[in-house]
């Protein structure tokens, strides 16, 4: 049995406890606590450790998929997380282009550390999942990857679209995912 | 009725000065925000309150699980010293950073002297 762990980042309201929860097959773990900064304007709780659920792929391919909190303060949880991490899938709102910004210093956190990781000499594989793509305006695949920093077109992360809430949906981007996993 | 920082502040700047072995504390938000701290040089506020709040979530969370009931506290030991979180009210994480020398019975008995002092405060 082949165990690949999964990261799942991104900004506040990407939908990542979201993706975990669907994502659950047998009990999910989840730390959400009521939030009181400027994240209570999206929705009212906020994930302040991480959530936990796994899914057999295959008979003998499981995926342990970790979501992180999406507030910069919370830094500490995602360098633990990424430490025993094969991937990392970076959720951006497709409809929120002043959080681009924010997805983008989180990659730039997730790339920098991920190369010294103490075990891992390879840094981490990271697949982009759009999501809420289908809200008004939102904003065009190309320009996000140009948001996130990814300007040439054949250099980029594999980018797939996701609606967390749908459970074909996120099998369908952790498959397509888990094929770039440094499995060793 | 508005929260007292100014208030919190003093309680824990009297705590941190007047209790032996104290070398920090910090009252914090359940989702990992500053309400008040008075911590060592070189500690980040925000990154502390972030942490507390996700090792007092995870606590919480092992509490249920692992049907170990409503947790009181969680305590850190380390070789330099302890780091306990308190929950302090429905609102508020109180953490408390001591040196190695710290008597635990002591530190306790001052935490909860302390608690019963914030919950006042925060209402």
């Keep these: 049995m082949t165990v690949i762990r999964v990261i799942v980042a991104g900004t506040v309201g990407a939908g990542k406890s979201t993706f975990v929860q669907t994502v659950g097959e047998m009990g999910v773990v989840c730390t959400d606590r009521l939030a009181t900064d400027e994240t209570a304007l999206l929705k009212p709780t906020t994930t302040v450790a991480f959530d936990f659920s796994r899914v057999h792929l295959s008979p003998d391919l499981s995926l342990h998929v970790y979501g992180t909190p999406g507030q910069y303060r919370f830094n500490f949880m995602w360098e633990i997380l990424m430490q025993q991490a094969q991937l990392c899938l970076l959720l951006v709102a497709a409809h929120r282009p002043q959080d681009f910004e924010s997805a983008r210093k989180i990659l730039a956190f997730i790339q920098q550390r991920s190369a010294s990781r103490a075990n891992c000499a390879a840094p981490l594989p990271i697949v982009v999942g759009l999501t809420h793509t289908d809200c008004p305006n939102v904003s065009m695949p190309a320009a996000v990857m140009a948001a996130l920093g990814y300007s040439n077109p054949y250099h980029q992360p594999p980018l797939v679209t996701v609606n967390p809430h749908d459970k074909a949906s996120v099998l369908q981007a952790l498959t397509v995912s888990s094929g770039l996993a440094s499995v060793s | ?123």
């Design chain 2, 1 to 123: 009725m508005a929260i007292n920082t100014e208030k919190l502040s003093y309680i824990l700047q009297t705590f941190v000065s007047t209790t032996a072995d104290i070398q920090g504390a910090a009252i914090v938000t359940p989702d990992g925000l500053p309400l008040a701290a008075n911590l060592p040089g070189g500690m980040d506020e925000e990154r502390v309150s972030a942490m507390s709040a996700a090792m007092l979530s995870l606590g919480e969370r092992i509490g249920v699980e692992l049907a170990r009931g409503t947790i009181d506290r969680i305590a850190v030991e380390g070789t330099d010293g302890f780091s306990v979180l308190t929950s302090c009210g429905a609102d508020a994480v109180f953490l408390v950073l001591a040196n190695k020398a710290a008597k635990q019975g002591v530190l306790m008995l001052e935490i909860k002297r302390a608690v019963s002092e914030l919950k006042l405060v925060l209402g």
